[in-house]
Each structure stands twice: as C-alpha cells, then as structure tokens.
C-alpha cells in the first residue's frame, strides 16, 4: 500500500476563508476580485506588462497559438521530452511540430541543436523550462530575432524560478505558467496563466479569452457594448480557482522556501552514490534561480529503474517517470519530425525517476524516502 504519495496539491490552510470570501461577492465568473488580485501578484512580482489567468497551462497554450495566427503549415520548434500540451496547442492551430533534442545536463531543448531545425517555414519557438531550470534563452532569444520568430515559453513548472533575474514566462513573448495541483502553486487543482510580455498583443489576448468578444473592455467601460471580434474561446477560469490561488500566491515565499529545503535535502543525501557513480544529477546552471519544482535521479537504464521504482514501492513510497518521448508516440508522429538525434530524449525518458516533493511532504516522510534510496543501493 502506498503510504507516500508522490504528489498532493498544496494547502495552507489559508484557501477556505478566501473561497468563502469569493462565495460572498455573489459573483464566481471569470475576473473578479480574486482573478484580478491574483494577476496584479503575478505582474508585480514577475514583472510582465499583462497576466491573464486560464483555466490551465494547456489553455494558455492554445491561447498563445491563436494569439500568434499560427496556421496549418506552418512550424514550431520544440523539445520532444515535454508534455503533450505543449505540442497539442500548436497542432490544434494546423502546425508541424519540429522537435529537437534536449541537453543532458538540465534536459532542457539544447540550444544549439535549434538552428538546424528552422526553414522558411517556422514561425515559433517553444522552449520548455524543465523543473524550473531555465533554458538557455539569451541564444534562444537571439536566434529568434535572427529569424524574426516568436518565442512562447513553457513555464508550466517554472513558476517562480529565474534566469539572469528574469522570472520564467517573462523572457519570451508569451509566457505559460500552470497551477495544476501537482505544481508548485495551485489554483484548486486546475489552473494556469498567459503572460503577454510583448504590449503589442494584449488587447487582442483580452479578446481572444472572451470567447472572441471584446468584453473585458465593455466591463471597464470602454466600450458600450461588446461584439463578436476574432477567433476566441472560453479561456477564463471561475473566482473559485482563483481564490484558492490568492492563498498560495500570498504564501509563495512559505512555498518556495520549504520545496527548495526538500531539495536540498534530497541532493545532500545522494550526493555519495553520485560520487560513486551509482547514479547521476541533474545540473543548475550558474545564472538559474530554481523554485525546487522536482527531485530526481538518472538511473542507468530501464530495467535498473523498473527495479527501483519496484522496491520504492514495496515501501509504500510512489516514484514515477515522464516523459513518454513525443517524437516516438502516435500522435507526434502523425504531427511532427525529429530534427538531428535523438541522442538524450530516449535516454532521459527511460532512465529518469522523481521522488515525492510536494509542500506538505513532512521531514519524517522524506527521511523514509531517502533511506529507501539508500538501502536500494546498498543492495
Ligand atoms: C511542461 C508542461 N507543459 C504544460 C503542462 C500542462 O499544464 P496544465 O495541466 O496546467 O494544463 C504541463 C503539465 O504537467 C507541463 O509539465
């Protein structure tokens, strides 16, 4: 029987009084009070002209896509280690996904293996900062204005991490946070956020999350009344979420410093079977500040980790893997191509494995955690 879960969703114990707030303005659509607090943290602490909150990242995604006119034929680039939505959002829209591979370091899409990639056809970038860990996005942002292409990250798990002192989500020229309950904040389960960092495309991102009308401005009084304008779709999500959210983001410190404290305690503990050459690490490059989005360790292949998530769990402790390489799934090959490679994404899909990190994971859980890693090894 499993006894430590690999996730549960954060809780501070702060949410139910701001649901019960919510529930009280008599008003649980999309953008009220919480909706429009949640934003302005966003924005002040991120620094990014226009946070609009979404149901989900994958909605935020698809926003970004439609916002970007993506049409069929055209090509995105992006990591093949990553999740579906990533590459779904684009496919939606008629695109090509040209996947790359990623580094072995940071399993980050490598940088310099993107330029091979572009054809007179590619309109956009996605880069997908892996566990927080940022990508490399001076070249990435280089290579983009070279070839007058958009860049949209992926931030889904990098909420609250940096590059250079930059927040994730605010490099590019959108950004995509998630707040699904496995993440590091949450907006009740489901959640997520477009960040519009290029100004230019804000009133028209307004417009495309009313369901294509320009309402957002109707309610600011600045229209008299709002009409059917673009391609759009339902993109908001209820003050309930966003409620639950406020609670989290006004604790993102608390959050943040006990994920990173959990980190680090997994790091310092396995640090001997890294020197014995038992297991390997993930690497922090020097100009990343990460948010402690996920502990895990490179096992020597797939067998050794079936082996080890086997014993983990005879423990009652759940270990789990991702990603199902997309180039090599069904649907990403109907959809996309792999440029150069594939020398790291197989590998990493294979041979990865996260251990349990979540907020409420107490220290006695992890020191069971830790030494059922241990005693694997000591075997
Ligand atoms: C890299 C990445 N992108 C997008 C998503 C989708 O996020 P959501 O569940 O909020 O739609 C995830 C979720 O796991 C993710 O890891």
């Excluded at 149901?55 to 049409?71: F, K, V, Y």
């Excluded at 009740?188 to 401005?217: C, D, F, H, M, W």
């Excluded at 690497?283 to 797939?302: E, M, R, S, V, Y």
Aim: glycine residues 8%.
């Amino acid at each position: 029987m499993i006894t430590i879960p690999f996730n549960q969703p954060p809780v501070l114990g702060t949410e139910l009084n701001y649901l019960q707030q919510a529930m009280a303005t008599g008003k649980l659509s999309g953008d009220g009070k919480f909706g429009r607090l949640c934003e302005q943290w966003l924005e002040m602490h991120f620094a990014t002209p226009r946070a609009l909150l979404t149901p989900s990242c994958t909605a935020a995604l698809e926003m970004a896509a439609i916002l970007l006119d993506i049409q069929a034929g055209d090509e995105v680039i992006m990591p093949s280690y990553t999740f579906v939505s990533t590459a779904n959002a684009f496919v939606l829209r008629g695109a090509k996904i040209v996947f790359v591979d990623i580094r072995p370091d940071t399993f980050n899409m490598d940088e310099r293996k993107i330029e091979q990639a572009i054809t007179a056809k590619t309109k956009a970038i996605v880069p997908v900062h892996y566990a927080g860990v940022a990508c490399e996005m001076d070249t990435i942002m280089a290579l983009a204005e070279r070839y007058q292409l958009w860049v949209v990250e992926d931030a889904a798990q990098g909420v609250n991490a940096f590059y250079k002192g930059r927040a994730l989500g605010t490099i590019g020229h959108l950004g995509c946070y998630s707040f699904h309950e496995t993440k590091n904040y949450t907006a009740g389960g489901e959640g997520g956020a477009l960040l519009i960092n290029a100004p230019y495309l804000i009133e028209r991102a307004e417009i495309v999350r009313e369901k294509g009308t320009n309402r957002s401005q109707f309610f600011r009084g600045q229209v008299d009344k709002y009409t059917w304008r673009d391609l759009g779709s339902s993109f908001l999500p209820s003050e309930l979420q966003s409620a639950y959210l406020y609670a989290q983001l006004q604790s993102a410190e608390e959050i943040n410093q006990r994920r990173l404290a959990l980190w680090q305690r997994y790091h310092d503990a396995f640090a001997p079977l890294v020197a014995q050459g038992k297991i390997g690490y993930l690497t922090l490059p020097k100009d990343c500040q990460p948010n402690g989005h996920l502990f895990g360790i490179k096992l020597a292949d797939l067998s050794r980790r079936s082996e080890f998530i086997a014993f983990l769990g005879k423990r009652g402790i759940l270990a789990v893997f991702h990603y199902i390489p997309l180039h090599s799934s069904p649907a990403g090959q109907a959809f996309g191509r792999f440029v150069g490679e594939d020398e790291q994404t197989t590998k990493a899909s294979e041979s990865f494995v996260r251990l349990p990190l979540f907020f409420n994971l107490t220290d006695s859980a992890q020191n069971r955690v830790i030494q059922a890693v241990l005693d694997f090894f000591a075997q």
